[in-house]
C-alpha cells in the first residue's frame, strides 16, 4: 500500500512542479511595447505641482484597469488630488507586496525645452517628456506587470496592490500621508516597490543596479540675523547683512561629522570592487578624510552620502540699496542622515558662529518626511531584486544606495514596511535631466525595466 501511495504522491509532485516549470513567461517585446504607450498617454496628462490634478492621471489608470475587468478606487483627499488603488488578490499566505509610484510632476521652464514637455515625443529612441521617468515610468512599469500577473493569472503568495499616489513632489499630505493616515487598510503591505534606484549605465552598457534602502531626510532651516537698521552711508558694526554673510560662509563650510549605515558601507564596499583604479581608491578609503575632500570636489552626490549636507539656497535682506536693513535671513536646504540629531546639530552650529546676533528658524512648509531605520539586505524582497538582476542584467552587481534625495517611501518604512527603491536603465546624462529640461527615457532600457520589474515581483509575491 505505501509504494501505490508513494507513486501517486510523487506523481502528482512532479505534475506540480511541471506545471510550475511550464509557467509561460510574458512577451517581453509586447509589453514594452504596451508600457510606452501607457507611459506617453500618461506624461501627455499634465500633472504638474501645483496645483496637481492627479485625478485625470488616476482616472486614465482607472479605464486601463476597467478595460481588463479589474476594479480599482480613487481616493481624493482635496478636489482634483486622486490617489489610485488596485489589488489582485493571493491565498493570503504572505502579506501584500505593494507597486507604487507618484503621478505628480514637477513644473517646467516652457523656453527651455526642445520639444513640447508634454507631447511624449519620440525620437533617437528616447521618450520625451516631463514625468518620462521621474515617476510615470514607474507608474506605467507597474501598471503593466499588474496586467501580466492579471491576464497570465499568475498563482499569488501574497496580494499584490497597485498605488499611484498624488503630491510626492513636495504636498505628500495630498498623497502619501493622507493614505497612511486615512486609507492604510487599503495599501498595508510587508514589501513595497518604489521609485528612487536606477540601472547604471555607461556607454552603453549597464555597471550596476542601484537599490535604494534608506534616505535622507529634508530638514531645512534658516538663518535669521537682526541688527540695527539706519543709513546705507553709515557703517555698522552689527549690520545684519554683513553678519549674515559671514554665518553663510561658515555653515556652508563646515562638516558634519562622517557615519557610514549597512547600505553606504557596502555601496562604498561594491563600488571599489567595479570602478576605474582611481576612484576604486577613493571608495575603499572614503573613512579617510583626504579622500573625502577629493570626493566633495569630483564626486559630490557620493560624497553628500557621507553626512547631513547643509547647503545655503535662499538669501533675503534689505529693500534699497541706501538702507541698512534689521533683518536678513539665509535659508539652508538641510538633507539628515537618517539617525541625525538635528538639535545637537544646531546646537553645535551656534557655538561655530558664536554670535548672539544670529537664531535658527525652522523652514516652513518642508516635506518633513520621518527618519527611519534604512530597509533590509538580507530580505526575501531585496534578494528577489539582486535574482531577478541576475537574469535580466547578468553579471553585474546589485549595489544598494542610500539616496540623498527623498521618496514617499519613508512613510512607508515608518510602518514597518520593508520598501526598496528601484528604477529604470539611465545614463548620467538622463539622471540630470530628471527635474531639469528635456527629462527623457531610453525606451529600450525601459523594456528591461518592465522584465525586471515582473521577475522580481513574480518572485516575490509568486506562490511557492
Request: with cysteine; charged share 25%; net charge negative.
Given at each position: 500500500?505505501?509504494?501505490f501511495?508513494f507513486?501517486i504522491f510523487?506523481?502528482?509532485l512532479?505534475?506540480?512542479?511541471?506545471?510550475?516549470a511550464?509557467?509561460?513567461?510574458?512577451?517581453f517585446?509586447?509589453?514594452?511595447?504596451?508600457a510606452v504607450k501607457f507611459?506617453?498617454?500618461?506624461?501627455k496628462?499634465?500633472?504638474?505641482?501645483?496645483?496637481?490634478?492627479e485625478?485625470?492621471a488616476?482616472e486614465?489608470?482607472?479605464?486601463?484597469?476597467?478595460?481588463?475587468g479589474?476594479?480599482?478606487?480613487i481616493?481624493e483627499?482635496?478636489?482634483?488630488r486622486?490617489?489610485i488603488?488596485?489589488?489582485?488578490?493571493?491565498t493570503?499566505?504572505?502579506?501584500?507586496?505593494?507597486?507604487?509610484?507618484?503621478i505628480?510632476?514637477?513644473?517646467?521652464e516652457?523656453?527651455k525645452?526642445?520639444?513640447?514637455p508634454?507631447?511624449?515625443t519620440?525620437?533617437?529612441g528616447?521618450?520625451?517628456?516631463?514625468?518620462?521617468?521621474d515617476?510615470?515610468?514607474m507608474d506605467?512599469?507597474?501598471?503593466e506587470?499588474?496586467l501580466?500577473?492579471h491576464?497570465?493569472?499568475?498563482?499569488l503568495?501574497?496580494?499584490?496592490?497597485?498605488?499611484?499616489?498624488?503630491?510626492?513632489?513636495?504636498?505628500t499630505q495630498?498623497?502619501i500621508d493622507?493614505?497612511?493616515?486615512?486609507?492604510?487598510?487599503e495599501?498595508a503591505c510587508e514589501?513595497a516597490l518604489?521609485?528612487?534606484?536606477?540601472?547604471?549605465?555607461?556607454n552603453g552598457?549597464?555597471?550596476?543596479v542601484?537599490v535604494?534602502?534608506?534616505?535622507?531626510?529634508?530638514r531645512?532651516?534658516?538663518?535669521v540675523?537682526?541688527?540695527?537698521s539706519?543709513?546705507?552711508?553709515?557703517?555698522?558694526?552689527?549690520?545684519?547683512?554683513?553678519?549674515?554673510?559671514?554665518?553663510v560662509?561658515?555653515?556652508?563650510?563646515?562638516e558634519?561629522?562622517?557615519?557610514l549605515?549597512?547600505?553606504?558601507?557596502?555601496?562604498f564596499?561594491?563600488?571599489?570592487?567595479i570602478?576605474?583604479?582611481?576612484?576604486?581608491r577613493l571608495?575603499?578609503?572614503?573613512?579617510?578624510?583626504?579622500?573625502?575632500?577629493?570626493?566633495?570636489q569630483s564626486?559630490?552626490?557620493?560624497?553628500?552620502?557621507?553626512?547631513?549636507?547643509?547647503v545655503?539656497?535662499?538669501?533675503?535682506?534689505?529693500?534699497r540699496?541706501n538702507?541698512?536693513p534689521a533683518?536678513?535671513?539665509?535659508?539652508f536646504?538641510?538633507?539628515?542622515?537618517?539617525?541625525?540629531n538635528?538639535?545637537?546639530?544646531?546646537?553645535?552650529l551656534?557655538?561655530l558662529?558664536?554670535?548672539?546676533a544670529?537664531?535658527?528658524?525652522?523652514?516652513e512648509?518642508?516635506?518633513?518626511?520621518?527618519?527611519t531605520?534604512?530597509?533590509?539586505?538580507d530580505?526575501?524582497?531585496?534578494?528577489?531584486?539582486e535574482?531577478?538582476q541576475?537574469?535580466?542584467?547578468p553579471?553585474?552587481?546589485?549595489?544598494?544606495?542610500?539616496?540623498v534625495?527623498a521618496?514617499?517611501?519613508?512613510?512607508?518604512?515608518?510602518?514597518g514596511?520593508?520598501?526598496?527603491?528601484?528604477?529604470?536603465v539611465?545614463?548620467?546624462n538622463?539622471?540630470?535631466?530628471v527635474?531639469?529640461?528635456?527629462?527623457?527615457?531610453?525606451i529600450a532600457?525601459?523594456g528591461?525595466f518592465?522584465?525586471f520589474?515582473y521577475?522580481?515581483?513574480?518572485e516575490i509575491?509568486?506562490a511557492?
Amino acid at each position: 500500500m505505501f509504494p501505490f501511495q508513494f507513486r501517486i504522491f510523487a506523481a502528482v509532485l512532479l505534475l506540480s512542479l511541471f506545471g510550475q516549470a511550464q509557467q509561460p513567461a510574458p512577451d517581453f517585446s509586447t509589453a514594452q511595447t504596451e508600457a510606452v504607450k501607457f507611459l506617453g498617454e500618461l506624461v501627455k496628462i499634465d500633472t504638474s505641482n501645483p496645483p496637481g490634478n492627479e485625478t485625470r492621471a488616476a482616472e486614465y489608470i482607472k479605464s486601463v484597469l476597467a478595460a481588463e475587468g479589474i476594479s480599482a478606487q480613487i481616493f481624493e483627499s482635496a478636489p482634483g488630488r486622486g490617489n489610485i488603488v488596485a489589488r489582485l488578490k493571493g491565498t493570503g499566505k504572505k502579506k501584500p507586496l505593494l507597486l507604487m509610484g507618484h503621478i505628480d510632476v514637477v513644473g517646467v521652464e516652457r523656453d527651455k525645452w526642445t520639444v513640447d514637455p508634454f507631447a511624449a515625443t519620440i525620437k533617437d529612441g528616447y521618450l520625451y517628456g516631463r514625468g518620462s521617468i521621474d515617476d510615470k515610468s514607474m507608474d506605467a512599469a507597474n501598471l503593466e506587470v499588474f496586467l501580466l500577473l492579471h491576464r497570465m493569472k499568475v498563482p499569488l503568495d501574497r496580494d499584490v496592490i497597485l498605488l499611484a499616489e498624488a503630491g510626492e513632489e513636495g504636498t505628500t499630505q495630498f498623497g502619501i500621508d493622507f493614505m497612511v493616515a486615512k486609507h492604510w487598510d487599503e495599501i498595508a503591505c510587508e514589501y513595497a516597490l518604489n521609485e528612487g534606484g536606477e540601472v547604471h549605465e555607461e556607454n552603453g552598457k549597464v555597471q550596476y543596479v542601484a537599490v535604494s534602502t534608506t534616505q535622507k531626510v529634508p530638514r531645512g532651516f534658516s538663518l535669521v540675523v537682526h541688527g540695527t537698521s539706519g543709513h546705507g552711508s553709515v557703517p555698522r558694526v552689527d549690520n545684519a547683512i554683513a553678519h549674515l554673510a559671514t554665518a553663510v560662509d561658515k555653515v556652508a563650510r563646515w562638516e558634519a561629522p562622517m557615519r557610514l549605515n549597512e547600505t553606504t558601507r557596502r555601496f562604498f564596499q561594491q563600488m571599489a570592487k567595479i570602478s576605474p583604479p582611481e576612484k576604486a581608491r577613493l571608495f575603499a578609503q572614503v573613512e579617510d578624510p583626504a579622500a573625502q575632500q577629493k570626493l566633495r570636489q569630483s564626486e559630490p552626490a557620493y560624497y553628500s552620502m557621507l553626512r547631513t549636507s547643509l547647503v545655503p539656497t535662499i538669501i533675503k535682506g534689505g529693500f534699497r540699496s541706501n538702507v541698512i536693513p534689521a533683518e536678513a535671513e539665509a535659508r539652508f536646504d538641510v538633507r539628515a542622515l537618517p539617525d541625525e540629531n538635528m538639535d545637537a546639530l544646531k546646537a553645535e552650529l551656534a557655538r561655530l558662529l558664536n554670535d548672539p546676533a544670529i537664531t535658527f528658524v525652522d523652514a516652513e512648509n518642508v516635506n518633513q518626511r520621518p527618519a527611519t531605520p534604512p530597509s533590509g539586505l538580507d530580505t526575501e524582497a531585496f534578494h528577489a531584486l539582486e535574482h531577478a538582476q541576475q537574469k535580466v542584467f547578468p553579471g553585474v552587481p546589485t549595489i544598494p544606495i542610500m539616496q540623498v534625495g527623498a521618496t514617499d517611501s519613508a512613510q512607508l518604512r515608518a510602518k514597518g514596511v520593508q520598501a526598496y527603491d528601484i528604477g529604470t536603465v539611465m545614463s548620467a546624462n538622463d539622471l540630470k535631466r530628471v527635474h531639469g529640461n528635456d527629462e527623457r527615457i531610453q525606451i529600450a532600457g525601459f523594456g528591461k525595466f518592465v522584465q525586471f520589474l515582473y521577475t522580481a515581483t513574480t518572485e516575490i509575491a509568486g506562490a511557492k
